[in-house]
């Protein structure tokens, strides 16, 4: 199976969060209690039970006013410094161009949380067990590996979610930004055809990325690479002498893990 | 909607006025960005920057309730420039029609007026006529005494600047929207005007409308693809219970209610139904009898006879004012004992709704039927009462939702489509159907075992439901028309059998052989239910879809289409989207359902008027043939166009809990809308966490520039008042709100969601408690649109 990826048109987007709301429905996630801070924003930010969300930005300047809604969520790297930091192999890349969550291989250490480019895992500690868990958009991966596309895109009344082939969304997503050009916006460029290896998740914004709050140009950090192959071991000897002692095992199984994953998907 | 939401995807310019589409119609936005792609430009017109204006090419601010001023600009600026598509406006409306040469207008006020009774005499608002009754016409559109220079004069007083000083729209905005819309002046281009409750919930919501319509017709726009007056319903099948009769003054299928004076059959067809010596006016409503006899048949069967006028004098007249604010008066003066509520909550939906919870303290009983306890369910109950001082029996039963039930729904379009059942209902709730068969059942019974004053009408009813749950497609069978014997051609061919379905209302009758529940809704034929087809193929290239569904009259999909086509010729005036178009070899049109299938300069395209044409000189509304300009009943200027502050048709109660406003002490304007997460009065969203968690506080939107004013901060406790309550709500301080410059003024406005309560899990103060008591001249829809008030930080 190629590749696919989601396309987020904010030219199209309405605000209305029936995506938001879908997100919840379909994954089991509850809703959590809110109050209204000045804003059309709720929840106030992403959480292990929001994985998606639209946050509004207002933007007042010489030109007038204008009213940005942006759906906010994993991005689905295809360098991804979750999956690089993962020390279980809860994240993985997976075949189709997402990267997938596995919630009980995570064993809530909190690397992805520090990590990602984007800030978009959320830690969760179950207050009865101590357990940490991480949560993200897995992109309906129970949906999407069934034929099914993602709770957000199914329920868009305004189309601007599109979920399909990762070339066929990209070349969508360009062809949009013409059309946006040519009716008057200048700033709409598409944004993750090709960042960090290309992302899962393309947009087409009609301003400039930092307007929505992302990175121009996001990277996936140095320290990534060099922690997950030098100092990761040594960072369970700070936790304590037993988890270094386990460090390497952590290393061997995750290693023998992945290579059976990749026998399977073979 | 005279077109269709899919239609939205043909326009070249949609201006969304009184309306927020994006927010309460996502749905349409698919189509306008569909028309935007095409190259359309989508014109935005609100006092504050909506969802909607995100989207929009072209934002324009105006204050509450200064639509008139509004639109009559631009229809000044259309006529002024020549803008109007000429041959359209000659040809297809009233404008070259001559007008009574008593007819004038003098400061704010038609001829005719009574001070005292706030009523017209509109005798002089009328045609001059030849012999046979037909209008004298002058082509050429000069004579003073036309319709087109009575709107000239008319609306020559709309200039930029006072249109600007009155809607607070800065000058090059309304000029930038004016050469914008007016360009759809030219044939083969059409503009859209989608609206909604911000244009109807005034005083003068009808004519707000009437601008719309006005300057559809200058524009050619009525009629074409892409364009046309289309309303955007606030629920999905507010239009389905529009047209069977969901208001007080019409029957089904908007037949008339019959008054005092109608005390025969005869004399009320005598009354309503239009005559004409014009051949070429169609003059559909000629057929009314035959509708209205068939009406009495569905209803009363074999006791609707020839000799008892098909049991006419069964259906009550219509000698009062039952509009919602009527009936609330008079249960607040304990005239109503009794109350039936369902699929609606007046005590979060009702205006100066503090009066209206009030009002159903009066009430021996009250039932509501509703998927949850709501507050009109709880009014006894609500904050700030003793329970044990009301005595109100209240019964609540509950009812199945839409998904757990069968039945039709009717778009905004006009589309009636059917609805399957998803599940069961939950526990005991029963279907509206249900529900409403047990009642009657029972009323029946009692009627037929214990008399009363008139018992024939209810005891005669034609009701075979059985003692369960109504089949609904036996209903729709009953709504769409049967034979009741064979009915025969001229030439004595049988063309229905009895029994058999009727094909469509051309073949109903007013000798009572037919029975038909509504005439515009024959979806159920022998070829079976017809709102159930699912085509998604269209075949017409502009996206009718007709054979999606079925759509009210006669499956035509675009109203008013003989008005898309050159008179003479039938050639679509846009090439591009024609609805319809003459094929000349085949002598038949193509395209959609034609209104009327004549060849083309056989007869005039409005066939629903007696004159043939479209009304741009308008005779029935109650305040006046043209839209005028008046400040809502609470305003806090002066009318800069006249010596005439409010509209002077409408009617003003009295009771001691219908207090107005003055500016000196509530010098803000407010106005109330919906937001995309709640629905309505919100029984049905308050209560889904996933909602409350997305909206979950009652808030109050402002500029920045009121809260420097105030002292607010964004997010702040603040308290909204007006001369009837107070609301409680987090300020949202936003340059999405802008003051107003009004005259050299500067007004502030600010705007509060209705959706909250004191039920459900998600509580707050109901804007309604705001707004007043008073409602449109014409349709008495209550003015939630503009009103004054004050705001404060709460302490």
New interface residues.
Partial sequence: MGKVAMLIDT??C?????C??AC??WNDL???????????E??PDLSASTWTRISFH?V?DDR??????FKEGCLHCTEAACVEVCPTAALQYHEMGFVSLDEDRCNGCGYCVEFCPFQIPRLEINPLTGQGKAYKCTLCQDRVTNDLIPACAKTC???AIQFGDREAMVTMAQKRVE?LKA??YTNAVVYGDKELGGLGRIYVLTERPSVYGLPENPQVPALTRLWQKGIQPFGYAAVGLTLLGLGFNWVVQRRVARAAEAEEEG | MTNHWIDIKNADVIMIIGSNA??NH??S??WV?EA??N?AVLISVDPR?T?????A?I?APLRSGTDIAFIGGLINYVLENELYHKEYVAEYTNASFLINPDFGFENGLFVGYDPNKRKYDKSAWSYQTDADGIPLEDKTLQDPNTVFQHLKRHYARYDLDTVSAITGTPKEVLEKVYSTYASTGQPGKAGTIMYAMGATQHTYGTQNVRSYAILQLLLGNIGVAGGGINALRGLHNVQGSTDMCLLFHILPGYLKTPIEADETLAAHLERVTPRTNDPKSVNWWKNYPKYMVSLLKAWWGDAATPENDFAFHYLPRNSANYSHIALFEAMYRGDIKGFIVLGQNPAVGGPNSNMERKAMENLDWLVVIDLWETETAAFWKRPDVDPASIQTEVFLLPAASYVEREGSVTNSGRWIQWRYKAVDPIGDAKEDLWIVNQIMRRLRDLYATQGGAFPDPIVNLTWDYGDGLPDAEQIAREISGTALVDLKDKEGNVIVKAGQQVKNFTQLRDDGSTACGNWLYNYYTQEGNLAKRRDTVDRSGIGLYSNWGWCWPVNRRIIYNRASVHPVTGEPWDKEHPVIRWDPVAKKWIGDVPDGGTPPNTIHPFIMKPEGHARIFGLGLADGPFPEHYEPWESPVPNLLSGTQNNPAFKIWASEMDYKGEADKYPIIATTYR???HMQAGAMTRNL???????????VEMSPELAEEKGIR???KVVVETARGSVTG???????FRPFQVNGRMLHQIGVPWHWGYMGISTGDSANVLTPHVGDANTMIPEFKAFLCDVRKAV
């Avoid at chain 1, 509850?30 to 059309?40: D, L």
């Avoid at chain 1, 007038?64 to 809604?69: E, M, S």
């Avoid at chain 2, 969802?51 to 989207?55: G, I, Y």
């Avoid at chain 2, 987090?730 to 999405?736: D, K, S, Y």
């Fill in positions: 030219s199209k309405t605000g209305c969060r029936g938001q709301v919840k429905e509850p809703a959590t209690t809110t109050t209204n801070w000045g804003s059309y709720n929840p207002e007042a007038g006013v204008r009213w940005l809604f009344p305004a189309n059309e009716i008057g | 994006a927010e996502p749905i936005i698919k960005e935007r792609r190259g920057f969802r909607t204006s995100a989207l090419d934002y937001i995309t997460e966490p996933w909602l409350v968690e997305a909206m979950p506080e009652l808030f964004n997010g702040d987090v300020a949202l301080v936003t340059p999405r």
